[in-house]
Each structure stands twice: as C-alpha cells, then as structure tokens.
T-cell receptor
C-alpha cells in the first residue's frame, strides 16, 4: 500500500538554529513530492515541489530550502530559523498519473521561539 | 494574488442540517477542483473533486457544484454530522499542474 511518513511530528527550535524535516513515501516510484506550510490564519501555501531526484522548484522566496536525495525522500531544511518559520509543515505526493489528488502526510508542527 | 478564495473563515451549522461551503477562483484556466478536509494536527484528506466539464459531482453526503461562469464552487454536506467539524480547503489546478489552495473554512457542527 502507498503511505507517506513525516518526522518529527513536533519540533520546538530557537531562532537561528537549523532545521531538517524529513518525508518519505512508500509503495510508489517516481512520485511528485511537495512541501506545504499552513501558517496561523492562512491557507496551505506551496513551498517546494519536486518531480525527480535532485529536481527542486521553489514557489516562494524564503528562508527554507528543499532537497530530494532519493526517489522517495524529500527533505525541508533551514540553516537559521526565523520566528516567521513557525507553522505546520505538510509533505504530500502525487503519482503523476494525471489525477491531481494530493495525499498528505500527518504534518510536522514547528514552533520557533 | 490569491487565485482561490474562501471568504468565510468559519461556519456553524446545526446537526442534521445542510452545510454549504463556498469557494471562488479567479483563474479561468483552472480545470480541476478538489475539496479537502483537515482535522487539527493532521494532514488534509481528500474529500471530493470535480472536473471543469461537469457541474455537479456527488459522493454520499457530499456534493460539489461548479459554476464556471461565476467561477464559483460549493460543497454541500447533508445531513451534517458532528464528525464533519473540521477545516475545509478548496483547491484548483490547471492542466494537471500543482494545486492552489484556498485559505480554508472552519466548519462547526452543533449537536
């Protein structure tokens, strides 16, 4: 079966510290992968998407970066967190079969203090 | 520029009644629309979708209506149940490209 895993589920980090959120998918190959953020009072904002290993597209300029070292692994990073980076980060995947239904992970809650 | 808008941040409906959630969009090239449901501290889950070639799609208690001329879609839930209390996001895409989400509407079902 196809599943998506995100960790850590919850993270509290001080301003200026680094960040690494990991997402892996199982049961599929060559998926399109996405990182979204839900900030307080806002909708789901697309941050990055990837159509293959090493291929990253950034949607908005920001303090974050993404990498895809393996086909089913997608990593969200920051070298120095800002207070505004707090939010709920969601990884999602789509098979690319033509159906635009995203399947989301359980999310990672990041609080920057 | 918010291409997909959900102008009602919250909605309260009596249990058993109909819940109607609305969504407007500005991009006339959108050809596929979806609704997602999200509980706190969880990822959104897909609920129902509709292609631009249709104006209605029904799945059990959930029906999505699309009015292309008005660039408006709505989600009807009937009858509403307490478990329907959640945040609902509408989303749209064009030509199988990435989804654009609205800001969400928090639905509260009152027992």
């Amino acid at each position: 079966s196809q599943t998506i895993h995100q960790w850590p589920a919850t993270l509290v980090q001080p301003v200026g510290s680094p960040l690494s959120l990991e997402c892996t998918v199982e049961g599929t190959s060559n998926p399109n992968l996405y990182w979204y953020r839900q900030a307080a009072g806002r909708g789901l904002q697309l941050l990055f998407y990837s159509v293959g290993i090493g291929q990253i597209s950034s949607e908005v300029p920001q303090n974050l970066s993404a990498s895809r070292p393996q086909d089913r692994q997608f990593i969200l990073s920051s070298k120095k967190l800002l207070l505004s980076d707090s939010g709920f980060y969601l990884c999602a995947w789509i098979t690319g079969s033509g159906a635009n239904v995203l399947t989301f992970g359980a999310g990672s809650r990041l609080t920057v203090l | 520029d918010q291409q997909v808008k959900q102008n009602s941040p919250s909605l309260s409906v009596q249990e058993g009644r109909i819940s109607i959630l609305n969504c407007d969009y500005t991009n006339s090239m959108f050809d596929y629309f979806l609704w997602y449901k999200k509980y706190p501290a969880e990822g959104p889950t897909f609920l129902i979708s509709i292609s631009s070639i249709k104006d209605k799609n029904e799945d059990g208690r959930f029906t999505v209506f699309l009015n292309k001329s008005a660039k408006h879609l709505s989600l009807h839930i009937v009858p509403s149940q307490p478990g329907d209390s959640a945040v609902y996001f509408c989303a749209a895409s064009e030509f199988n490209e990435k989804l654009t989400f609205g800001t969400g509407t928090r639905l509260t079902i009152i027992p």
